[in-house]
Nanobody
Framework: QVQLVESGGGWVQAGGSLRLSCAVS????????MGWYRQAPGKQRELVAT???????NYADSVRGRFTISRHNIKNTAYLQMNSLEPGDTAVYYC?????????WGQGTQVTVSS
């Protein structure tokens, strides 16, 4: 059974940085597109960034130039490097992939940015 486990969240002051990791069990990682999403209190979950199996990336306008998504196909891990963090980035961050047309989510990791 494939599982996604996020880590790396925490508390940081505005302007600081964090790196999130999403470890994927199983051997399917290198063929899958990975995505990072976030959900702030009272808001809908939104796309942050995606990376294809070939390494093509896509970002939400709100994070482009500040966040970088990457992947390590040997370690079966996707990353989200977050720089110049703002209080508006405060949310639970989730990674996601698609297995047999079904969305598979991790449990999420909290990121809190104080002003």
């Amino acid at each position: 059974q494939v599982q996604l486990v996020e880590s790396g969240g925490g508390w940081v002051q505005a302007g600081g940085s964090l790196r999130l990791s999403c470890a994927v069990s199983g051997s399917i990682f290198r063929s899958k597109e990975m995505g990072w999403y976030r959900q702030a209190p009272g808001k809908q979950r939104e796309l942050v960034a995606t990376i294809t199996s070939f390494g093509t990336t896509n970002y939400a306008d709100s994070v482009r130039g500040r966040f970088t998504i990457s992947r390590h196909n040997i370690k079966n891990t996707a990353y989200l490097q977050m720089n110049s963090l703002e209080p508006g980035d405060t949310a639970v961050y989730y990674c996601k992939t698609v297995i047999n047309f079904n969305d598979l989510w991790g449990q999420g990791t909290q990121v809190t940015v104080s002003s």
